[in-house]
């Protein structure tokens, strides 16, 4: 039987003066002593750091302890800045310490790692506090200690390698985690070489630093090796994959940085780094993209045609420009006002997982990702192959579309912290389809505002939206009378009304127009039009736990109560 840890107490001096400390099995506490008379003691009387002391205290989960170490037992009043009224005693000059290192949450999602230390006249006493965290430290067994970290010097404003070194890298050191950091020299390096030459046995996580696009090159990598050494097939059509076991990192350094400010409600790069160290980790759902029977790509975020797609080949002709190139090119791209026109055909997702438009958020811990569900079950598997109940049917819509998007987790970033789809989930198993069909410009205009604010996007007569498992875009230009009959006898009613209703009002081709875009596949162009995506529920795990809600932890000075 497991015999739980006793609790160690002590009376402690911190730079706040004496404080009672309490490690249990699960919190590092501290408060002002009772007996704690800061002025009696002579020091200078700072009304803003006493009043906050003595409002809160500290209560720290030892999950969320960094680090201990053994500090230099220097003078209780150094570090606080007051100056010493009287000369050091004989028991001050003979003090051991230790600091703690803990994560202490900021606004807006954002963590950072403050650290206090404690001074005591004892050094087994200081030894035995250091002991005893360090064994409970230990125990956190999900902790990652080695890391094989890529860094793209190019993302972003091309401050990837300054931001790691800088503001990561000490945090890691700090933690006692050990790296092989790779600073990639072109494209797809960090890709090839987690396929063919990492030697993953060697590591407990992988990080990235950079933008989606790096983040899709190691998710790439990692879910391609992942098949290969456990003998699954990633080209096969209906092939179930194999979740990847080790967790990815993301220190944000690109331009969007939308899978790590959905998952962890930030693009702060220590708060990322801290969500490494506690070990966190977020299940995540991933879609495979295939054309004509040949796989294509991965896509976690976005995965938009006509729109998205045309913003993202012009944007990549600008990239010199750094992260402005998208607002360049999206006014660019709103002024074209293309629209194209082709089939979709999906099939819905179970209703337990909730809808589009039914405001449940995804925040850690979310319950819709942890239920089970058909299409957790069913996803990534042939549709062919499941059976009448769990099929459903396949709906189409014809029609002519200024976007197509695919969302498979809210796609939150600082451009819209609500994202594209704000009640998508990050581990559901579904896909969040939104369909803007043809309208004027005012209207597309006010589509796009409303990411920027609280406004519903959804809400207008020309966007319809739906989660999805599983879906199918064909361009007009590829449509056959073969697979127009099919359609016409797969779709229901509405599917049907909706096909004629477009042939009765067919409109002249005109020759301003292309006939097709392309798709926006994480931030790369994908240069297919038709294109068949299935999700593949929880394939690859992150080191983040999702969006916290905001609680108690807003205010920093909480002492919960243990
Ligand atoms: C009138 C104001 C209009 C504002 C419209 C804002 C709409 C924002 C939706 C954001 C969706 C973001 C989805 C994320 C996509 C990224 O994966 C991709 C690549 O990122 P990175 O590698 O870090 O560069 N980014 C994009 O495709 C750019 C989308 C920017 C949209 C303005
Ligand atoms: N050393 C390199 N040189 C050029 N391109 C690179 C390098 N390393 C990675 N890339 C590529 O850069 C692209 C953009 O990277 P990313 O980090 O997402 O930045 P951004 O967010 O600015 O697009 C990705 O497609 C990635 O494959
Ligand atoms: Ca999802």
Redesign the pocket.
């Known amino acids: 039987m497991e015999t739980q840890p006793r609790a160690l107490c002590s009376q402690l001096t911190s730079q706040h003066g004496l404080c009672d400390v309490t490690l249990t099995g699960a919190f590092l506490s501290w408060k002002e002593a009772e007996t704690c008379r800061r002025r009696a003691a002579g020091h200078a009387y700072d009304p803003r750091k006493a009043g906050a002391f003595k409002k809160g205290g500290r209560c720290v989960p030892l999950c969320e302890i960094v680090a201990v170490q053994e500090t230099e037992g220097e003078d209780p009043g150094a570090d606080t800045g007051e100056r010493r009224s009287a000369p050091r005693s004989p028991a001050e000059c003979n003090q051991h310490a230790f600091t703690v290192s803990y994560v202490e949450r900021g606004r807006k999602h954002r963590w950072q790692c403050s650290e206090v230390t404690f001074r005591c006249t004892e050094s087994r006493l200081c030894l035995q506090w250091l002991q005893a965290i360090k064994e409970q430290l230990a125990l956190l067994t999900t902790r990652p200690k080695r890391l094989l970290v890529y860094i793209n010097p190019y993302?972003?404003k091309q401050r990837g390698k300054r931001i790691y070194e800088q503001k990561v890298a000490p945090i890691f050191c700090r933690a006692s985690i050990s790296t092989d950091v790779i600073v990639t020299e072109r494209a797809n390096h960090a890709r090839d070489h987690l396929k063919t030459e990492a030697d993953l046995q060697k590591y407990d996580g992988i990080v990235c630093v950079?933008?989606?696009?790096?983040f899709?090159e190691v998710m790439h990598g990692l879910i391609s090796r992942t098949q290969r050494d456990t003998g699954a097939d990633q080209n096969c059509s209906g092939e179930t994959l194999v979740e990847c076991s080790l967790r990815v990192g993301i220190i944000p350094a690109?331009?969007?940085?939308?899978?790590c400010y959905a998952t962890v409600g930030s693009n702060d790069p220590v708060t990322s780094a801290l969500h490494i160290v506690v070990g966190d980790s977020q299940p995540m759902d991933v879609c495979s993209i295939r054309a004509d029977d040949t796989f294509l790509r991965y896509s976690v975020?976005?995965l938009?045609y006509g729109f998205?797609g045309d913003?993202?080949t012009d944007?990549e002709r600008k990239r010199w420009m750094g992260?402005a190139r998208?607002?360049l090119s999206?006014v660019k791209t709103?002024l074209s006002h293309r629209y194209y026109e082709g089939t979709v055909s999906f099939l819905l997702a179970d209703s337990n997982v909730g809808t589009p438009r039914d405001k449940l958020q995804c925040r850690s811990g979310c319950n819709i990702c942890q239920q089970p569900s058909a299409d957790k079950r069913l996803c990534g598997k042939e549709d062919r192959a499941l059976d009448g109940e769990a099929k459903g049917a396949w709906q189409v819509i014809r029609g002519k579309f200024l976007a197509i998007n695919a969302a498979c987790m809210s796609?939150a970033?600082p451009?819209?912290p609500k994202?594209?789809s704000p009640s998508a989930h990050l581990a559901n198993g579904t896909v969040d389809l939104i369909l803007v069909h043809k309208c004027s410009r005012l209207d597309f205009?006010r589509h796009?505002?409303r990411?920027?604010n609280k406004d519903d996007q959804f809400d207008h007569p020309f966007v319809e939206v739906y989660r999805v498992r599983q879906f199918r875009f064909t361009p007009r230009c590829q449509e056959t009378a073969s697979e127009l009959e099919l359609e016409l006898r797969e779709g229901d009613g509405v599917g049907r009304a909706r096909f004629f209703s477009q042939i009765c009002r067919k409109h002249p081709a005109c020759g301003c127009m292309p006939t097709h875009s392309c798709w926006?596949c994480?931030?790369e162009i994908l240069p297919h039009a038709g294109i068949e995506v299935r999700v593949h529920c929880q394939l690859i795990k992150l080191f983040a736990r999702g969006i916290e809600e905001q609680t108690v932890f807003d205010d920093p000075y909480t002492l919960c109560a243990i």
């Open positions: 993302g972003g950079g933008g989606d696009g790096m899709s690109g331009s969007t940085d939308c899978v975020s976005l938009g998205y913003m993202l944007s992260p998208y607002d999206g709103f796609c970033c451009r819209s994202g594209l205009f796009l505002l990411h920027t926006n994480d931030g």
